[in-house]
Every structure is written in structure tokens, then in C-alpha cells.
């Protein structure tokens, strides 16, 4: 069963940071485009940032220059880097790993930002 296994959730203060991991499978590293999705209560999910097999980078327009997403090849895991947190930054933030037709999710780690 394919996996992607999500880390470093939790509460910080507005301005803080916070970085997010998410592991998986050689294979599903190797060729997957990897991306961080995010979604707040009553509303939809919504990209965050993606970054492909190749290391070309989409985010969207509301983390832009707050946020990195980056991978490490060595340890099949991608990262987001999160600085200048907002309290609209609240929510769960899920993994996501695309080739294809083929769309793989984490569990989600919950991520909130509040004084």
C-alpha cells in the first residue's frame, strides 16, 4: 500500500514558521509530481505549492514568497517551508503525489496559526 507519511503540523504565532515533511516510496518519488494541498474548515481544498519530479515549483498566489517547497531526493520526502504565517494559513494540510491519472494522499496534519 502506498504511503505518504506527513510531519510537523501544530500551533505557532501569527509571524512564525513552521516546516511540514511528507515521505514516501522511492517509485512514487522518482516520477510524482509532489505538492502540499491545504484545507479550512468549510471550505474547499486548495493548492498550496508543487513541485515535479524535474524541481520546477508552482504555488499559490496567497503563499508566494512566504513559503518554499523543496525535496530531497536522498530521502524520497518533500517539504514545505512555511515563514510569515497568517491566521488564514490555518488548516489541515494534506500530501499529495500526481503522475497521470493516478492522485495519492496523506492523512493530513493540522496546522495552526493563532496568539
Known amino acids: 500500500q502506498v504511503q505518504l507519511v506527513e510531519s510537523g503540523g501544530g500551533l505557532v504565532q501569527p509571524g512564525g514558521s513552521l516546516r511540514l515533511s511528507c515521505a514516501t516510496s522511492?517509485?512514487?518519488?522518482?516520477?510524482?509530481?509532489m505538492g502540499w494541498y491545504r484545507q479550512a474548515p468549510g471550505k474547499q481544498r486548495e493548492l498550496v505549492a508543487t513541485?515535479?519530479?524535474?524541481?520546477?515549483?508552482n504555488y499559490a498566489d496567497s503563499v508566494k514568497g512566504r513559503f518554499t517547497i523543496s525535496r530531497d531526493n536522498a530521502k524520497n520526502t518533500v517539504y514545505v517551508e512555511m515563514n510569515s504565517l497568517k491566521p488564514e494559513d490555518t488548516a489541515v494540510y494534506y500530501c499529495?503525489?500526481?503522475?497521470?491519472?493516478?492522485?495519492?494522499w496523506g492523512q493530513g496534519t493540522q496546522v495552526t496559526v493563532s496568539s
Open positions: 513541485i515535479s519530479s524535474g524541481g520546477s515549483t
Open positions: 522511492r517509485s512514487i518519488f522518482s516520477i510524482y509530481t
Open positions: 499529495n503525489a500526481r503522475f497521470s491519472s493516478v492522485d495519492l
